[in-house]
Structures are given as structure tokens and as C-alpha cells.
């Protein structure tokens, strides 16, 4: 008797509960809007905007200029460049939505992330870098005139041998690949490191990365990206198709 009462009751807890979820998340979605409908004040420049999720509401409108905070520089963008991540967001993927990006709209309504640009005007605290000073970085809203970093994550000096394009495609792909090697993985030189993937956004960097921290480094990739993957200084290269290296008795 006591048992029944107790799987009656939770049941009813159960239900009360994702009663509460369903409203609260039905209650969020409505509610959820974003800056589109502000009215612009200030200086102007060009930016692609969303205000709705889907590719086909991608425009290039007018928006504000940002001003630097202390601790940020104003960029005028030279070069930008896109990630799956940019995808993910402008399509409004599920994931996407429900990791604060905005349920029924999206909450940032500008696109890109990966920059390569010149800093024009730097906020009072900023002593890294100099208005005149080429620099590439990650900064949500790159695919815009302007763009505004904070100066001590956002943004490195460009050296002079890596043009506004290449350092517009570092941001993102290269910081995963370091994150993975240098954060969580620990790599030394002399460890034996292999990347799956070696031939893609993620793994051409992380390629170079391991070589640089002296790593001895197997790439993964199918056929016609063996040579690629070779030529970024993997020590030696498996083609996925030719063979599988959870067989290899190498580790
Ligand atoms: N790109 C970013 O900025 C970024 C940031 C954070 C996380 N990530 C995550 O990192 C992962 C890789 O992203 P990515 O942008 O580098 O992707 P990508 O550019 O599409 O590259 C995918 C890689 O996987 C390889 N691959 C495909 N099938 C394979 C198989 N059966 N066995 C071994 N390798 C295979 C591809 O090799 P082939 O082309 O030679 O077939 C290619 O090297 C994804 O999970 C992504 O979500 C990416």
C-alpha cells in the first residue's frame, strides 16, 4: 500500500516538474528577442546581420560603431573569415539555441568570428598595442567594418610575414587545436602525438602546433590529403581508407 502511494506520488512530482520545464521553456522562447528593432545612434558602419535565424536572412546593413572599453581595441577589419560554429548559430542548430544563443531569435545577431585587421584606436588602460598596429583575432561580429577586442585574449600582433587573410583564418581553429595539445593533452617534445582529422580546419593547425612543441606527429586523412598533411611536417601520415590505426600496435 505504501509503495503504491509512494510511486503515485512521484509520479505526479515527475509530471508537476516537466509541466514546469515545457512552460518555462515555452515562456523563454516567446520571450526571446534581440537588438534588431533598436534605433541606431552615433557613428555607423556596415556589418552582415541576422535578426532571424536561416542563411536566406543573412543581410549587410548599417549598424553602430563599436567604441572601445578601457581594456579593448577598435580594429578596422581587413579580412574575416568563417567556422562551422558560424554555421551552427546562423542556422539556429538546437545546441546552439538552448547554449544561450537565443531561442526563438538570435540573441547576437552578427556573423563571424576570425579577423585579421589594423587597430584604430586603443581604450585608455591598453599598453600591448598602438593605433597603426596589424593584428589578427577572434571577436564575435568580425564580418564587419569594425570590431572591438579585449586587448589581452582577443587579438595578437600580425607579423609582417602572414597576411591579413591567413591571420583571418587562425583565430578559432588554431586556438582548438592549442587548447587540445598545449591545455588537455600536455604534449612535450619528444612525445609521440596523432591527430585524427589532420587534414581539416582543426588538425592542419594542430599538425604544426605538435611539430612546433618538438612532438613526433602521425596525421590522419583519407587519400588526397596525404601529401598535404605531409608537407605541414607530419613525421608520418595514415590514410583512413588504406588502413586503421586503432589496429596499429603503435602508440
Ligand atoms: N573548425 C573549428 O574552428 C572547430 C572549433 C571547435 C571544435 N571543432 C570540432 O573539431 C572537429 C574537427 O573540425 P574541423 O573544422 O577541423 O573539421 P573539417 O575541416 O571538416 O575536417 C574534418 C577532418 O576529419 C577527417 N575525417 C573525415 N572522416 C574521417 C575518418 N573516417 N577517419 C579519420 N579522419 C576523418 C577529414 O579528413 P579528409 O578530409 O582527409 O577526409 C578532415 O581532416 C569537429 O568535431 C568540430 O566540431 C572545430
Known sequence: MKLKKIIKWSGITVLVVLLLAVIMIFVAYWRSTNDCSRTLQGQLMKAVVYCEYGVVNLKVEDVEKPTPADDQILIRVRAASLNP??????????????????????????????????????GKNVTQFKPGDEVFGARNGSLAQYVCAKADRA?????????????????????????????????????????????????????????????????????????????????????????????????
Open 155 to 251: 587579438a595578437c600582433l600580425k607579423p609582417a610575414t602572414v597576411t591579413f587573410e591567413e591571420g583571418a583564418t587562425i583565430g578559432v581553429a588554431a586556438s582548438t587545436a592549442l587548447q587540445g595539445l598545449r591545455n588537455h593533452g600536455h604534449v612535450q617534445a619528444g612525445q609521440k602525438v596523432l591527430i585524427n582529422g589532420a587534414s581539416g580546419g582543426v588538425g592542419t593547425f594542430a599538425v604544426q602546433i605538435a611539430k612546433a612543441m618538438g612532438a613526433e606527429v602521425t596525421g590522419v586523412c583519407r587519400t588526397r590529403n596525404v601529401d598535404l598533411v605531409k608537407s605541414l611536417g607530419a613525421d608520418r601520415v595514415i590514410d583512413y581508407t588504406k588502413e586503421d590505426f586503432t589496429k596499429d600496435a603503435q602508440r
Open 85 to 122: 560554429l558560424d554555421g551552427h548559430f546562423v542556422r539556429g542548430m538546437w545546441l546552439a539555441r538552448l547554449m544561450g544563443g537565443g531561442l526563438r531569435k538570435p540573441k547576437n545577431t552578427r556573423l563571424g568570428v576570425d579577423y585579421g585587421g589594423t587597430v584604430e584606436a586603443v
